[in-house]
């Protein structure tokens, strides 16, 4: 029993870092009028939405990997028959010689929590859209995913999704 507490103690304490991959997400198809043809623009800062950020959870480290792309494809799905163009821009808004109906600044958060009896993933999201300098929508939320019975990647990739289609879809409401 001793050497059994002496080994538990070390892997306790004993700090490692792990890289985690979110899949994708499963986005829900918008048929906006506000969006019909029209072209949008994403505009992704690594300041407000770090495409691979670090989490620490006790002693551990989590990596999350790519994260940026995972947002970009759950767009294109949300947006393939609807709009006319979309076009991502990281770190800078598109030039001034580009005409846009719609510009759209994603935030995103995620931490890995420690309730008293559960441990979960929550994730917290933003979505801003512009139509150049008035804003039209201002739209967040945050979920959380107890981990149970389902890995920390599977966590997370549930609450990005629910967040994701619950935020997007009531800014995109509020454009008509």
Known sequence: MKYFKIIILSIVTLGC?????IRNIRANKTDSMALNNKKV?????DSSFPDSPKVAFGPNTFNFKNLQNVFIDGYKQKFDRTTNKLDFYKNQAPSTGTSYAFYFYPEFKIKLVNDFWTSGCLVKYKLRILDGAKVLADESGEYKVTIWNITLSKACEEAIEEVFNDVTDRAIARLR
């Open 17 to 21: 870092s792990h890289n985690t991959t």
């Open 41 to 45: 623009a994403f505009v992704i800062n």
